[in-house]
């Protein structure tokens, strides 16, 4: 008879679980601090500034996977260095809504708190597989730019309001697929990455939401 107790297999899946999620959400509260104080600090940068400051925080972006799998410390530098980034390249658009109309950013990011947390939940409890509706969103999200590129230079009725309703159904899906990856992921080292991940989908949330709320 052996001596291995099975019994304890749940258990410690669960407390890896537990462990992993709660790594990966402090690391999104983290980025999206560093967000928040690049964001603060570009609040007087020109808008050809956050051109280049989105451009260097894709780069970052990208260099994460690599960095993740090298050294977690390195995948957490590069993670907190790209909210940092794309916290000063939006900075302009934020601190125009800003001047413009106060409330809507508080707004927006109150809403994405309960956004993110409803379809977060969805995606983590359900027991579907969700891979199939990332794809769809994938592609629609495509869809999405080039009807973006295309609103540039044709007059579309409501393009905007299309574009933010349409995103915000998109990054919907996302939500639930990235959350559901973060419950069925066992190994820790894996936390940059998925929290990079959620991470965007907040950023796009927010930013979505706050061109809704600034139309008010």
């Known amino acids: ?9 749940p258990a410690a899946s ?3 679980a537990h462990a992993l999620f709660g790594q990966t959400m402090g690391l999104v509260a983290i980025t999206t601090g560093f967000f928040a ?8 940068l020109s808008r050809g500034w956050g051109i280049v400051l989105f451009i260097a925080s894709f780069a970052l972006l990208l260099g994460l996977n690599y960095a993740a799998q090298r050294s977690e410390q390195l995948a957490i530098a590069f993670l907190f260095g790209f909210g940092a980034l794309v916290g000063l390249a939006t900075a302009p658009t934020i601190a125009y809504y800003a001047e413009t109309n106060p409330q809507s950013v508080w707004q927006a990011g109150g809403a994405t708190a309960l956004f993110i ?4 939940a969805a995606g983590y409890a359900t027991r579907r ?5 990332a794809r769809v969103c994938f592609w629609a999200l495509l869809a999405l730019i080039v009807f973006g590129i295309v609103a540039i230079f044709v007059n579309i009725p409501n393009s905007a309001l299309i574009y933010a309703i349409g995103g915000l159904v998109i990054f919907a899906g996302f939500t639930m697929y990235d959350f559901q990856r973060l419950r069925k992921t066992k ?6 990455l998925l929290a ?4 965007l989908d907040v950023l796009n949330v927010f930013l979505l939401l706050l061109s ?3 139309r008010r």
Do not use: K, V
């Open 1 to 9: 008879m052996s001596s291995y107790d099975t019994s304890l297999e």
């Open 14 to 16: 669960r407390d890896q």
């Open 37 to 44: 104080l690049g964001a603060y600090l570009g609040r007087d």
């Open 117 to 120: 947390a409803g379809f977060g």
């Open 129 to 133: 597989d969700l891979s199939g509706l």
């Open 187 to 192: 190994d820790i080292r894996a936390a940059p």
């Open 196 to 199: 990079a991940s959620i991470f």
């Open 212 to 214: 809704l709320f600034n």
